[in-house]
């Protein structure tokens, strides 16, 4: 009987050893500074806003890059853009010149005023049964008329027409090579930018890091 009650007694004493032990731990274990909590939700908001910029920087040069091509394909097969300069006798630019363009068998027109290169751009909500149809383009009592063409079996290529009057101030539509030039060079350089910001921060978060575990081991 005192061995078993000696025996029950050890027990108790280690149960009640191991209990402190566990509420002694609860105690001893380290909490999370305010300070702290605040600089690592600061570090998550930085992350997200890195992220985010790389996306839109990512976005733009897809917009910029990417061939007008595929945006266009879901568009192509009803609409019909007609565009030019419009120059006067003396080839400087007409500025605020109206410019009226229509498919004459339907109906369909547009009137635009040019900018001040002497630019215009129409586009008719056009389909494939509207090719062949006759086109009248008109600036100042001048009428020049077409047909509508195009492949209807294309549904990619935009469909669209260049119509100039006048000499002298007429260009290339196409935008100039030192913009794309430009605009490359800046991508670039904003990605490299966010790619070393992101590198820093990864280094420094290291030397955190490792000066906690030497502060741990003394």
Same mark, same amino acid.
């Given at each position: 009987?005192?061995?078993?009650? %000696?025996?029950?007694?050890?027990?108790?004493?280690?149960?009640?050893?191991?209990?402190?032990?566990?509420?002694?731990?609860?105690?001893?274990?380290?909490?999370?500074?305010?300070?702290?909590?605040?600089?690592?939700?600061?570090?998550?908001?930085?992350?997200?806003?890195?992220?985010?910029?790389?996306?839109?920087?990512? &976005?733009?040069?897809? $917009?910029?890059?990417?061939?007008?091509?595929?945006?266009?394909?879901?568009?192509?097969?009803?609409?019909?853009?007609?565009?030019?300069?419009?120059? &006067?006798?003396? !080839?400087?630019?007409?500025? =605020?010149?109206?410019?009226?363009?229509?498919?004459?068998?339907? $109906?369909?027109?547009?009137?635009?005023?040019?900018?001040?290169?002497?630019?215009?751009?129409? $586009?008719?909500?056009?389909?494939?049964?509207?090719?062949?149809?006759?086109?009248?383009?008109?600036?100042? &009592?001048?009428?020049? =008329?077409? @047909?509508?063409?195009?492949?209807?079996?294309?549904?990619? $290529?935009?469909?669209?027409?260049?119509?100039?009057?006048?000499?002298?101030?007429?260009?290339?539509?196409?935008?100039?090579?030192?913009?794309?030039?430009?605009?490359?060079?800046? %991508?670039?350089?904003?990605?490299?930018?966010?790619?070393? @910001?992101?590198?820093?921060?990864?280094?420094?978060?290291?030397?955190?890091? @490792?000066? !906690?575990? &030497?502060?741990?081991?003394?």
């Amino acid at each position: 009987m005192l061995e078993e009650s %000696a025996s029950n007694l050890g027990r108790v004493r280690v149960d009640e050893a191991s209990r402190s032990m566990a509420v002694g731990g609860m105690f001893v274990r380290p909490k999370t500074s305010p300070t702290r909590v605040i600089r690592m939700r600061w570090r998550r908001a930085i992350s997200r806003k890195t992220a985010w910029r790389v996306v839109v920087v990512w &976005g733009l040069i897809s $917009t910029l890059f990417v061939p007008s091509v595929l945006f266009a394909s879901h568009a192509a097969d009803h609409r019909f853009t007609v565009e030019g300069f419009v120059c &006067g006798k003396d !080839g400087r630019p007409g500025a =605020n010149v109206e410019v009226l363009v229509k498919d004459t068998r339907i $109906t369909v027109g547009q009137t635009v005023t040019t900018d001040g290169d002497g630019y215009y751009k129409v $586009t008719l909500h056009l389909h494939n049964d509207n090719v062949g149809d006759p086109l009248l383009v008109e600036v100042g &009592g001048e009428q020049k =008329n077409y @047909k509508i063409q195009f492949d209807p079996n294309d549904l990619e $290529t935009e469909r669209k027409l260049r119509v100039d009057f006048g000499s002298g101030c007429e260009r290339d539509l196409g935008p100039p090579q030192w913009l794309l030039y430009g605009l490359g060079i800046a %991508a670039v350089a904003i990605v490299g930018w966010i790619g070393l @910001k992101i590198s820093r921060k990864r280094m420094r978060e290291e030397q955190r890091r @490792k000066k !906690g575990q &030497g502060k741990r081991q003394k």
